[in-house]
């Protein structure tokens, strides 16, 4: 099936650092989704990405989809404790959603 | 709204037993998946469906069975209990393929 590659597989930060996270793909993806999971939580829904260049932005959160649609990356300002959690890209590709191994972000206070 | 339920949040089983992992949810969604996690693994696709009475396998299918004969309900059957299956199960529903998953919140399969 579709891969999609996340790098870093773990991310430590001081509270108030930036932090991205990067998803790759070897083919064009039809369109990217993110979702957080919370430690011993559920994935949430946090945004899609459907066309080439895209970027949108949520509060501290700023989403893009490559001009290729080949990658994309999620950047947070700021970081802060409640940012802690595993970040997922996900490609959506005949009917699958095939999720990247997600990027673990630690925030220290 | 309830969203997604899974049904039990927490089972041991023993090695050969059998069970059904439960998936209900009430938004009208067409599409449901069924998705296992592992320690540094992401979430895997078991199967899919696309809607009742459509099912489809995803990466690994093996050991599990799946139908969906309302919108409503999206059980997960696993045939023959092996410790390879320890691990979280999702289950998620989605509008169509081009929204947003709803997740569960899991439930947690110990094989002994």
């Known amino acids: 099936g579709q891969q999609v590659m996340q790098i870093p597989q773990y991310q430590h930060v001081q509270e108030g650092e930036d932090f991205t996270t990067y998803c790759n793909s070897s083919t064009t993806l039809s369109n990217i989704q993110w979702y957080k999971q919370r430690p011993g939580g559920h994935p949430v829904f946090l945004i899609q990405?459907?066309?080439?260049?895209e970027v949108k932005k949520q509060k501290r959160l700023t989403f893009q989809f490559g001009e290729a649609k080949k990658n994309s990356s999620l950047h947070i300002t700021a970081t802060q404790t409640t940012d802690v959690g595993t970040y997922f890209c996900a490609d959506y590709n005949f009917n699958k959603f095939y999720f990247g191994s997600g990027t673990k972000l630690n925030v220290k206070p | 709204n309830a969203g997604v339920t899974q049904t039990p949040k927490f089972q041991v089983l023993k090695t050969g037993q059998s069970m059904t992992l439960q998936c209900a949810q009430d938004m009208n969604h067409e599409y449901m998946s069924w998705y296992r996690q592992d320690p540094g693994m992401g979430l895997r696709l078991i199967h899919y469906?696309?809607?009742?009475?459509?099912?489809d396998q995803g990466e690994v299918p093996n050991g599990y069975n799946v139908s969906r004969s309302t919108t409503e309900d999206f059980p997960l059957r696993l045939l023959s209990a092996a410790p390879s299956q320890t691990s979280v199960y999702f289950c998620a529903s989605s509008p169509t393929g081009h929204y947003g998953y709803t997740f569960g919140s899991g439930t947690r399969l110990t094989v002994v």
């Open positions: 469906s696309v809607g009742a009475g459509i099912t």
């Open positions: 990405l459907v066309k080439s260049g």
